[in-house]
T-cell receptor, first 112, second 110 residues
Framework: DAGITQSPRHKVTETGTPVTLRCHQT?????MYWYRQDPGHGLRLIHY???????DKGEVSDGYSVSRSKTEDFLLTLESATSSQTSVYFC???????????FGQGTRLTVV | QKEVEQDPGPLSVPEGAIVSLNCTYS??????FMWYRQYSRKGPELLMY????GNKEDGRFTAQVDKSSKYISLFIRDSQPSDSATYLC??????????FGTGTRLTIIP
């Protein structure tokens, strides 16, 4: 998985609680991404980062925030989890090739 | 209307058959076209990319782009059970963000 570790791998949380997902890379890549994957929607970009403290919104950023204080770590926070945020979350880093992205194993989040 | 449309399947074919997977897109500004493969409970991995209209071949896989029709295809020859996975098309404008299709779930029956 190109040196990408996501934690936790599985999480069940209650509606209204904050949740933080962590992505750690050992590749020293500048660009990092958070996607969510849902049936019928495919992979949708939540937020991405192009360097330490440099982040930008994707197409489904509402209800999510991110932080990147070190090159190797990219955190995704659900400020107040809702059932609509039940999903599989993938972190990715940009590879060297055109359109190349390396994905982590995913975090399966269930909001009850 | 989604920018990228992909039939979700599922698609089941016998081993050895030729598989055709397709995506259509609406934005003619897309420049690069990719196919990712995703095994169950794993992250996607890049299979192939193309830039211009035409064909690109890599072993049993052929990627085809028709920009005039805004249509891309992935062909798998001599399909194997190990090809069973979800295949996602993706494209971008030459920048850092990828736009994905919904994925087609493929099963190769031994």
């Amino acid at each position: 998985d190109a040196g990408i570790t996501q934690s936790p791998r599985h999480k069940v949380t209650e509606t209204g609680t904050p949740v933080t997902l962590r992505c750690h890379q050992t590749e020293n890549h500048r660009y990092m991404y958070w996607y969510r994957q849902d049936p019928g929607h495919g992979l949708r970009l939540i937020h991405y980062s192009y360097g330490v403290k440099d982040t930008d919104k994707g197409e489904v950023s509402d209800g999510y925030s991110v932080s990147r204080s070190k090159t190797e770590d990219f955190l995704l926070t659900l400020e107040s989890a809702t059932s609509s945020q039940t999903s599989v979350y993938f972190c990715a880093i940009r590879g060297q090739g055109v359109g190349e992205a390396f994905f982590g194993q995913g975090t399966r989040l269930t909001v009850v | 209307q989604k920018e990228v449309e992909q039939d979700p399947g599922p698609l089941s074919v016998p081993e050895g058959a030729i598989v055709s997977l397709n995506c259509t897109y609406s934005n003619s500004a897309f420049q690069y076209f990719m196919w990712y493969r995703q095994y169950s409970r794993k992250g996607p991995e890049l299979l192939m990319y193309t830039y211009s209209s035409g064909n690109k071949e890599d072993g049993r896989f052929t990627a085809q782009v028709d920009k005039s029709s805004k249509y891309i295809s992935l062909f798998i020859r001599d399909s194997q059970p190990s090809d069973s996975a979800t295949y996602l098309c993706a494209m971008n404008f030459g920048n850092e963000k990828l736009t994905f299709g919904t994925g087609t779930r493929l099963t190769i029956i031994p």
